[in-house]
């Protein structure tokens, strides 16, 4: 018997008026479905925002460090339930244990992180330009906020935008992706259970085309938080314009490290085929480009394919596997044509095949690819395949390096390996992505620091820190003047020429 799961609206778990429902699959073995979830329309999601805005009175005026204690609740349960969630995001999601439980502790970090926020929320306190009078900036929450969030990391990437929108005294409206809905509703679950007041958080399953864009084009929801393609991204971004509604985007990335003849190759290796192979490529942050100097192109391609080779695919709640499956069946044709393009562009040194060996054939399986001889412009090199496939690019030199590295429409992160103090300071300056790492892969951002990239990845936001805090509030600068006459700003202070 497959469980049926219900959405979180206004404090009560319910189903879609459609009375229609989606299968969530096992992308590891599609014969096991996870779970059936609802198929919420239009009048779900118009549902769900008016219980946002019924809540958001009581919510907006509640003493934000009060409101950071129900986000430290939500922490503690997390943690308390990590190794659950953990399970059955691998089940849903494919990634490998120790991966789904990163991604967990993720969604912890971020959460103590953001109820800490609740005692700061910091403003500026400034001197005047005049006497007596007091000048200051805070924080406002802004409304209803509409979530909506990839599959890839499925408990973190709801907890970073859900918790520095809630701390900020924001209700949200949460549309998880379709391929894992049950990790959003054991994350909605814990929410419940911390605290939150009913209609603080909802949760509408169902299609981006029904469900995301009635958040999106709903005038009573003030920011979208989307994180996924750069088409949808702009799609959204053009619709929501036409309300100049806040939008912030985490979108594509095509990552490159940078291996410099004096690195150390075999960290190098290790960085690269943990950035290239983890979450089966399937990560903003993943490495697809390796940009090497060609005196070490030859060792470093053996030290990759050696140890890619080795790799063990499988389903992600075997503790022996080190790559899981893709997300679903659609993933797998769309790197199949990514290979179909490389065999072109590039020399196919490994993989490049769907993996069905025995109990694979269920799954979403594809082998750990490895091209080499790939040029900066070819199209593997370019556009973003979210997948298992590596593009090892050979340049003369740094500068041409850097070239290589910054010409792609994307900047979210990148590596170098390098010995040389210089060279890697040079790197910290030249590569335009909005996170740089030095001898470590492209993965791996911590909860506390900014994220997000530069140019089509994203627009301008930041996740994570308290740079989030950007995305879910207003400024108010606040003047006080207590002279007891009027005093006018650029002029009474001026001397008369
Ligand atoms: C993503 O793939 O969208 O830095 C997020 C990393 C993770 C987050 C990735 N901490 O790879």
């Keep these: 018997m497959t469980d049926t799961f219900q959405m979180f609206i206004a404090g009560e778990w319910v189903d879609s008026v459609s009375g229609q429902t989606f299968d969530s699959l096992n992308p590891a073995d599609r014969r096991d479905v996870v779970g059936r979830f609802q198929a919420g329309t239009n009048a779900d999601a118009g549902m769900a925002i008016r219980a946002a805005e019924m809540a958001l009175p009581r919510w907006k005026a509640t003493p934000a460090p009060k409101r950071g204690e129900i986000l430290y609740a939500f922490a503690e349960l997390m943690r308390d339930n990590k190794e659950r969630l953990s399970r059955a995001m691998s089940r849903e999601m494919g990634k490998v244990l120790a991966e789904a439980r990163g991604d967990v502790q993720e969604g912890i970090d971020i959460a103590y992180l953001m109820a800490g926020e609740g005692r700061r929320m910091f403003g500026d306190t400034v001197p005047s330009e005049l006497p007596d009078k007091w000048a200051m900036s805070i924080r406002s929450p802004i409304g209803i906020v509409g979530i909506i969030t990839p599959w890839n990391f499925p408990v973190a990437i709801p907890c970073w935008k859900m918790m520095p929108a809630l701390v900020a005294g924001n209700t949200v409206v949460f549309k998880p992706a379709s391929d894992t809905p049950h990790c959003a509703t054991l994350v909605v679950e814990l929410m419940e259970q911390a605290g939150f007041p009913p209609g603080v958080v909802n949760l509408v399953t169902g299609s981006g085309a029904e469900v995301g864009n009635a958040i999106v084009d709903s005038p009573d929801v003030k920011v979208i938080s989307f994180t996924g393609h750069t088409s949808t991204g702009k799609s959204i971004s053009e619709r929501a314009a036409k309300r100049l509604k806040r939008v912030s985007l985490e979108l594509g990335g095509k990552n490159a490290v940078v291996v410099m003849r004096d690195a150390d190759l075999d960290l190098a290796t290790d960085g690269i085929l943990w950035s290239a192979f983890g979450t089966t490529g399937q990560r903003c942050t993943a490495c697809s480009r390796v940009i090497v100097e060609k005196r070490v192109v030859e060792p470093l391609l053996e030290k990759l394919e050696a140890r890619a080779k080795k790799l063990r695919l ?184």
């Excluded at 996740?463 to 006018?488: C, M, P």
């Design 314 to 497: 499988g389903s992600g709640l075997d503790e022996k596997v080190d790559v899981g499956p893709l997300i679903n069946p659609a993933a797998l044709d769309k790197v199949g044509s990514y290979i179909d393009i490389g065999r072109t562009e590039g020399e196919l040194v490994l993989g490049g095949t769907p993996a069905t060996d025995g109990d694979l054939q269920y799954g979403n399986f594809f082998s750990p690819t490895i091209f080499s001889g790939v040029m900066p412009m070819d199209r593997i090199a370019q556009e973003e395949i979210f997948g298992p496939v590596l593009s090892v690019i050979p340049v003369d030199d740094y500068d041409s390096a850097v070239t290589a590295l910054n010409q792609t429409r994307y900047g979210l992160s990148s590596a170098i390996f390098t010995r040389d103090a210089n060279t890697a300071f040079r790197a910290m300056r030249d590569f335009e992505t909005g996170i740089v790492y030095v001898n470590a892969g492209t993965t791996g951002a911590e909860t506390h620091l900014p994220f997000g990239g530069w140019k089509e990845t994203g627009n301008g936001h930041r996740e994570a820190g308290h740079a989030a805090l950007d995305s879910f509030t207003e400024w108010k600068s606040i003047y006080v003047d207590f002279s007891g006459r009027l005093q006018r700003a650029q002029i009474d202070n001026q001397e008369q020429l």
